[in-house]
């Protein structure tokens, strides 16, 4: 069938509206037809570092309506609502016991720009095009595979649910899967983009005294007292490591860095109490470390989390009844933007001036 989609044609160019070809879903596939998608960072670094073969159609935090099903898919049907999130296989021993986040072929499925199958379902002029994230939610209808089509409830804007897919579900999930903050407790979180802020929602959920934002916008930080943050500190005029000390008489007890900076996961590990845990969320280059006295002179537990050790299945509709009962209100990180906008939503999200954009495709 012939669909539009935003091509990426080569590393660093914007993205271009064309009409291209998507095949049917195969057995174990369904056709989504995508009311809207987020732009994640994810995104941006395809584009200008080309972590995915190119010429592909990139994006990955799709929502849509069910088109069609191929054979075995038994989960889903026509008129369905669902969220697409990343690829798993389902079947390694990491997928088995429920963190397909770390599946053995998570890289090939998801940045290897090919389906489940190692074939394309997208092509111009003949030419593949590149699969991302087992979606490609940058076009008007996506081909993936059911593993990573999640139901959800029909009586939510629809155009609202696609950044649960990644980087809501990552900064939640981090938080509530992966460290789950006792009752009561501390917590630091490092960047208040949506990753940071929906970890700061999730803090919150679980009860956490003392909730602490870091950002060098104000805007952003007062956004974060907004969703829950008791404390908010502008990296640029404080001592962080100094100011949080202060605050929790010691340190803090968890900590999430998003914004992936070596200096501020270092000070994301400094800062935290005697047998502390940091968890690191965003792409981070090569660092240095005092394993020493960053780790190991005070039990200190530094450990990475990808798509926050979601099982997204399970894990989107919890998040959406959360949203529902008025504890997750994500929505507020959302500035919508229409299709042919894909360019500028890009240089808004890269500018700071819009927290989570979201495409709006039919």
Do not use: W
């Amino acid at each position: 069938m012939k669909i539009k989609a935003a091509v990426t044609n080569a590393q660093g160019e914007d993205f271009i509206l064309k009409e291209v070809d998507l095949a049917a879903p195969k057995a174990n596939e369904v056709l989504v037809k995508i009311v809207a998608t987020g732009v994640c960072h994810t995104d941006a670094v395809a584009r200008d570092a080309a972590i995915a073969p190119l010429p592909a159609v990139l994006g990955h935090e799709g929502s849509g309506i069910v088109e069609a099903v191929g054979a075995g898919v038994t989960r889903l049907e026509k008129g369905d609502h669902v969220v697409l999130s990343f690829a798993h296989c389902g079947h390694c021993e990491n997928c088995l016991i429920g963190h397909p986040t770390v599946c053995e072929t998570f890289n090939d499925l998801n940045f290897g720009g090919v389906n489940d199958d190692h074939t394309h379902r997208l092509s111009q002029d003949g030419q593949p095009l590149s699969t991302f994230f087992g979606q490609s939610s940058f076009g008007t209808f996506a081909v993936a595979h059911e593993r990573n089509v999640v139901k959800v409830d029909k009586d939510v804007d629809l155009a609202l649910l696609g950044p649960l897919g990644c980087g809501i579900q990552t900064g939640a999930g981090t938080v509530l899967n992966k460290l789950k903050p006792e009752f009561g407790s501390t917590i630091a979180i490092y960047g208040a983009g949506a990753v940071g802020l929906s970890a700061i929602m999730a803090a919150k959920i679980v009860g956490c005294q003392t909730i602490i934002a870091v950002d060098v916008h104000d805007s952003r930080l007062d956004m974060a007292k907004q969703f829950g943050a008791t404390h908010a500190l502008n990296g640029t005029q404080v001592d962080v490591v100094k100011e949080i000390k202060e605050i929790t008489n010691g340190g803090t007890k968890y900590a999430v860095d998003t914004t992936g900076v070596p200096p501020v996961v270092r000070q994301s590990l400094q800062a935290l109490r005697p047998l502390g845990v940091s968890a690191i969320v965003g792409v981070t280059p090569e660092m240095n470390i005092d394993v020493h006295n960053d780790l190991m002179a005070e039990g200190k537990t530094m450990v990475g989390v990808i798509e926050g050790d979601a099982v997204p299945n399970v894990f989107i509709p919890q998040l959406i009844a959360y949203f529902k009962a008025g504890q997750f209100p994500f929505d507020k990180l959302v500035t919508f933007y229409e299709f042919d906008q894909i360019n500028e939503a890009f240089v808004d999200s890269k500018a700071g001036r819009t927290i989570k954009p979201v495409l709006r495709i039919s």
